[in-house]
Protein backbone atom coordinates (compact mmCIF):
# COMPACT_ATOMS: atom_id res chain seq x y z
CA UNK A 1 0.00 0.00 0.00
CA UNK A 2 1.38 3.34 -1.08
CA UNK A 3 1.13 6.25 1.60
CA UNK A 4 1.24 9.91 0.32
CA UNK A 5 2.76 12.90 2.15
CA UNK A 6 1.94 15.89 0.56
CA UNK A 7 3.66 19.48 1.53
CA UNK A 8 4.43 23.05 0.47
CA UNK A 9 1.36 24.65 1.24
CA UNK A 10 0.66 28.19 2.85
CA UNK A 11 -0.32 31.64 2.38
CA UNK A 12 0.49 33.78 -0.63
CA UNK A 13 -1.16 36.54 -2.23
CA UNK A 14 -3.04 36.69 -5.34
CA UNK A 15 -0.84 36.35 -8.50
CA UNK A 16 1.62 34.49 -6.48
CA UNK A 17 2.97 30.86 -6.86
CA UNK A 18 3.39 27.91 -4.46
CA UNK A 19 4.71 23.68 -5.49
CA UNK A 20 3.03 21.31 -3.88
CA UNK A 21 4.89 18.27 -3.34
CA UNK A 22 3.72 14.64 -2.93
CA UNK A 23 6.40 11.91 -1.35
CA UNK A 24 5.07 8.55 -1.98
CA UNK A 25 6.21 5.23 -0.13
CA UNK A 26 6.71 2.23 -2.12
CA UNK A 27 9.18 0.64 -4.68
CA UNK A 28 6.34 1.07 -7.40
CA UNK A 29 5.71 4.19 -7.28
CA UNK A 30 6.28 4.71 -10.68
CA UNK A 31 3.89 2.18 -12.54
CA UNK A 32 1.43 4.50 -10.65
CA UNK A 33 -0.69 7.05 -12.20
CA UNK A 34 -1.32 10.09 -9.60
CA UNK A 35 -3.51 12.31 -8.95
CA UNK A 36 -3.83 16.16 -7.55
CA UNK A 37 -7.77 17.57 -6.02
CA UNK A 38 -8.94 19.60 -3.61
CA UNK A 39 -11.91 21.07 -1.32
CA UNK A 40 -12.36 24.54 -0.71
CA UNK A 41 -14.39 25.88 2.18
CA UNK A 42 -18.30 24.64 1.99
CA UNK A 43 -17.50 22.13 -1.23
CA UNK A 44 -16.95 19.00 -2.19
CA UNK A 45 -13.69 17.75 -3.63
CA UNK A 46 -12.90 18.61 -7.26
CA UNK A 47 -10.16 16.63 -9.52
CA UNK A 48 -7.44 19.20 -10.50
CA UNK A 49 -4.56 17.27 -12.05
CA UNK A 50 -3.32 13.94 -13.16
CA UNK A 51 -0.19 12.04 -14.40
CA UNK A 52 0.35 9.12 -15.88
CA UNK A 53 2.68 6.53 -14.56
CA UNK A 54 5.52 7.55 -17.45
CA UNK A 55 4.42 11.43 -17.01
CA UNK A 56 3.81 11.59 -20.58
CA UNK A 57 0.19 12.24 -20.44
CA UNK A 58 -1.08 15.22 -18.11
CA UNK A 59 -4.45 16.29 -17.64
CA UNK A 60 -6.38 19.49 -16.02
CA UNK A 61 -9.25 20.48 -14.38
CA UNK A 62 -10.72 23.53 -16.87
CA UNK A 63 -10.12 26.02 -14.03
CA UNK A 64 -6.50 25.59 -13.56
CA UNK A 65 -5.33 25.07 -17.00
CA UNK A 66 -2.59 27.19 -18.41
CA UNK A 67 -1.83 27.94 -14.50
CA UNK A 68 -1.36 24.52 -12.73
CA UNK A 69 1.59 22.84 -14.19
CA UNK A 70 1.97 18.62 -12.70
CA UNK A 71 5.14 16.40 -13.17
CA UNK A 72 6.62 13.58 -11.74
CA UNK A 73 10.37 12.25 -10.44
CA UNK A 74 10.03 9.20 -10.30
CA UNK A 75 13.71 8.50 -8.87
CA UNK A 76 12.40 10.51 -6.11
CA UNK A 77 9.08 8.82 -5.69
CA UNK A 78 7.55 12.26 -5.89
CA UNK A 79 4.29 14.19 -7.52
CA UNK A 80 4.47 18.12 -7.83
CA UNK A 81 2.09 20.59 -8.52
CA UNK A 82 2.97 23.95 -10.13
CA UNK A 83 0.65 26.11 -9.23
CA UNK A 84 1.16 30.00 -11.35
CA UNK A 85 -1.02 33.11 -11.33
CA UNK A 86 -3.14 32.36 -8.20
CA UNK A 87 -6.18 33.33 -7.35
CA UNK A 88 -8.02 33.42 -4.38
CA UNK A 89 -10.94 30.72 -5.64
CA UNK A 90 -7.47 28.34 -5.44
CA UNK A 91 -8.53 28.51 -1.95
CA UNK A 92 -8.44 24.69 -0.88
CA UNK A 93 -7.03 22.14 0.69
CA UNK A 94 -4.84 20.27 -1.93
CA UNK A 95 -4.53 16.09 -1.75
CA UNK A 96 -2.51 13.66 -3.81
CA UNK A 97 -3.62 10.39 -4.73
CA UNK A 98 -2.81 7.48 -6.12
CA UNK A 99 -4.60 4.99 -8.74
CA UNK A 100 -2.73 1.63 -7.42
CA UNK A 101 -4.99 -1.00 -9.74
CA UNK A 102 -5.98 0.79 -12.49
CA UNK A 103 -9.62 1.44 -11.44
CA UNK A 104 -9.24 5.03 -9.85
CA UNK A 105 -7.74 6.55 -6.97
CA UNK A 106 -7.71 4.19 -3.98
CA UNK A 107 -5.08 6.49 -1.61
CA UNK A 108 -4.68 9.74 -0.50
CA UNK A 109 -2.13 11.52 1.25
CA UNK A 110 -3.52 13.88 4.63
CA UNK A 111 -3.89 17.19 2.04
CA UNK A 112 -1.84 20.29 2.93
CA UNK A 113 -3.49 23.96 3.04
CA UNK A 114 -3.15 26.49 0.51
CA UNK A 115 -4.70 30.17 1.36
CA UNK A 116 -4.83 32.77 -1.53
CA UNK A 117 -5.04 36.81 -0.07
CA UNK A 118 -7.05 38.83 -2.27
Known amino acids: QVQLVESGGGLVQAGGSLRLSCAASGRTFSSYAMGWFRQGPGKEREFVAAISWSGGNTHYADSVKGRFTISRDNAKNTVYLQMNSLKPEDTAVYYC???????????WGQGTQVTVAS
Open 97 to 107: AVDQLGLGYDA
